[in-house]
């Protein structure tokens, strides 16, 4: 996939488009699009004129009915070649897709047996057993053991990952190769509802809906083409009243040239693109409607670590307290990191070996294990001699170890402190009631976070740091990296509540995470980005997945949705100003073509009233395919308010629209007045 992701534009999608631009003239298929089919219809009528001269009353010259006819067949063509243009790549992708879905063989695990199914008979519950360098048969979730699996064949990524059973990546797709080691998989979904499976419908386009935006702008749009069709039938009579005879094609060319054939031939091509901007980037959004309200955004939650920071946390340090000697820090911080498969907890054994310090391993033996978990911010063991040794956050270490009536040495909130300010995370180390000393764990801030969140503060986007970080650490990070608020000591609810907060407010937040207990929170925020590596569910309640798994990537998904609503309104805004000033150049056409004496009218200066309808009508057809590239790219962004967009883009493409067809009728008609 990542191949064929990379490459922009093949002959082979050119010539599928062209095709496909005739199949979209079917009629069905045109009514989606009223401004288009109008101009579809008049394109038959103007074809019957030609073809029965002398059946329709006034009609003009076969010559001229002729070229009008072949001008608005144009226009319809290159808006339906803008559309297919802009599914051509979805539908590139969808079919290198569809060859990783092959059949597989699944060994089904059925009581104490295992049996060989295919894969398309595996339902949601089955629980399956894939080995080395076979291929995952299905979604699932691995319920037991750890293993290495090759998912380039959907990530495009070719390093291997690791998925184990519990915790966050656990998580395993269908169509993926296991290169490593065995595990044991819960298949989590029915057939034709796989992650692929949906994967394929989304670049494919089969799945899409018009967004609440694409129809409020159709609305806008048709009822445009109303008002101009009842102006122009109504014309007509009025012209005849007062004795001006204007042909049928005549009255046609007019309709076609007021209404915003522009932006109705470009509209969907630029919904389109949009999507596939967003695909091109490795994310997969679940609908338009998401990467629209990244557009929109108000406010951003990131988490600290991992998103803003790199995540590899690194014990670098043990930092004694009281009177106790460094040496002991480490050995029981190793003894409580034991079994912690934690970045953090693995960390503190590496530092351990670092240090050519060592420990007593056999003490866990008979322990039980406690696993770290956000709620409690401490991880350790029981040893089963009945002591207790726990690592944590430092006040979550303080707490415990004054329940049970230790003291705390006076020195541990000054070197904590110290550790905090550097922007690091100091973790307690505790037996029982006594404190022993603090792991320093370091982690950078990625580079450039500062210049991103300068941007977002220029979209006017505030963004709010969620940590589970103790207060000190969290203000450093954020100082650091120029975050616009902090909330430390968060639990996994307390992002649910700020996203609540904020919402009341009337504001649309974004979101990124892959937690099982981010997926509510995920699913309230308007823009919730799940990573690819993240848990099943976490996966369902977001509305887009990140494929590389990188958290930071919402920073682009939200400047690639307002750069997708910028091109829309740049386009209609462009499209209904080039629309007034083609008045100019066919109004006082169409009189003088009656009233000679009204060539007064004709400031354009344009050869002949016949070539002034052609030139301005041409204009109209070939702006389409001109601004396809616009359409597809997005047009160039820079970040700022959206009242300073706003004003910048009707600046540019109010005035340019007035501007360029005056230029661009001008110079066509240089050339047509010749032949007319
Ligand atoms: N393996 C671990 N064992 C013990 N304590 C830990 C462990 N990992 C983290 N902690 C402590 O628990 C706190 C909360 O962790 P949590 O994962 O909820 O948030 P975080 O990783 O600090 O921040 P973020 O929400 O930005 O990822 C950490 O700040 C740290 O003090
Ligand atoms: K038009
Ligand atoms: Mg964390």
Redesign the pocket.
Known sequence: MSTSRKKLLTGEMVTNAIKDSFIKLNPVTMMKNPVMFIVEVGTFVVLLMTLFPGYFGTEGSVGFNLTVFVILLFTVLFANFAEALAEGRGKAQADSLKKTKTEISANKVLGSGIKLVPSTELRKGDIVIVSQGEMIPGDGEVIEGLASVDESAITGESAPVIKEAGGDFSSVTGGTRVVSDKIRVRITSDPGESFIDRMIALVEGASRQKTPNEIALNTLLTSLTLIFLIVVVTLAPIARYVEIELSIPVLISLLVCLIPTTIGGLLSAIGIAGMDRVTQFNVLAMSGKAVEAAGDINTMIL????TITF?NRMASQFVPVGAHPERLVGEWAAVSSMKDETPEGRSVLELMKKQGLTYDEAMAEGGAFIEFQ?ETRMSGIDLKDSRKVRKGAVDAVRKWVEAQGGTVPADLGTQGDAIAKEGGTPLAVAVDHEIFGLIYLKDTVKPGMKERFDQLRKMGIKTIMC??DNPLTAATIAREAGVDDYIAESKPEDKIAVIRREQAEGKLVAMTGDGTNDAPALAQADVGLAMNSGTVAAKEAANMVDLDSDPSKIIEVVAIGKQLLMTRGALTTFSIANDVAKYFAIIPAMFTLAIPQMEALNVMRLGSPLSAILSALIFNAIIIPLLIPLAMRGVAYKPMSSTRLLQRNLFIYGLGGVVVPFIGIKLIDLVVHWWV
């Open positions: 988490d600290k670590t991992g995540g956000a940590t589970g």
